[in-house]
């Protein structure tokens, strides 16, 4: 089955960017999320992107995606200290709507 | 209030006991979606279920019973709890259609003495 990869901790100081990464094993995945956690809180579904982009913006957040490496990743611009929280990156190939969700990755901002 | 809700939030019980987590959706979503969440693991799904009275397993179904006689609600019951299933409990749930895009309630944290 699907397997999805995340370093567990990133730490960066308030105003720089931060690059969180994701890996996933299923070449046939169509969707491509990222949710945030904040502490006590379920997820929030940041953004996603579609297997047929190769990158999407939204204000702050940039996703970029590397289908031949199945690699992604979700760059924070001007990271703020409420950025803190868990990023979650997740991966459907549709189905049954199965998501496949990866192990979460600690983001730290110092201010 | 308008949203997904579970309750309780948090539950403390006793290893064997039968144990119920709620989920409430006001959307009238099709898709719903029980999760578990440890450290390490990220989230792992336990059931979903497509429609009332239409229930399937997930990753990891042991020890855990589902029903959906309502749209609007997906209870979630430990028959005889474990000390490994203690965790945060995760409802989720997602109209039909192309875009995955789930909607998560708050969590229970469940702990299994």
């Known amino acids: 089955g699907e397997d999805v990869e995340q370093s567990l901790f990133l730490s960066v100081r308030e105003g720089d960017s931060s690059v969180i990464n994701c890996t996933y094993t299923?070449?046939?995945?169509?969707?491509l999320y990222w949710y945030k956690q904040e502490p006590g809180a379920g997820l929030q579904l940041l953004t996603y992107?579609?297997?047929?982009?190769d990158m999407k913006q939204d204000q702050r957040l940039t996703v970029l995606l590397n289908k031949k490496d199945k690699h992604l990743s979700l760059r924070i611009a001007d990271t703020q200290t409420g950025d803190s929280a868990i990023y979650f990156c997740?991966?459907?190939?549709?189905?049954?709507?199965?998501?496949?969700f990866g192990t979460g990755t600690k983001l730290q901002v110092i201010p | 209030d308008a949203g997904i809700t579970q309750s309780p939030r948090y539950k403390i019980t006793e290893t064997g006991r039968q144990v119920t987590l709620m989920c409430h959706q006001t959307?009238?979503?099709?898709?719903m979606f029980w999760y578990r969440q440890d450290l390490g693991h990220g989230l792992r799904l336990i059931y979903y279920?497509?429609?009332?009275?239409?229930?399937d397993k997930g990753e990891v179904p042991d020890g855990y019973v589902v029903s959906r006689s309502k749209t609007e609600n997906f209870p979630l019951t430990l028959e005889s709890a474990t000390r490994s299933q203690t965790s945060v409990y995760f409802c989720?749930?997602?109209?039909?259609?192309?875009?995955?895009?789930?909607?998560f309630g708050p969590g229970t944290r469940l702990t299994v003495l």
């Open positions: 989720a749930s997602k109209e039909r259609g192309r875009t995955d895009t789930q909607y």
């Open positions: 299923d070449s046939s995945s169509t969707y």
């Open positions: 992107i579609f297997s047929n982009m």
């Open positions: 997740a991966a459907s190939s549709g189905g049954y709507q199965k998501v496949t």
């Open positions: 959307w009238s979503h099709s898709y």
């Open positions: 279920s497509a429609a009332a009275d239409i229930t």
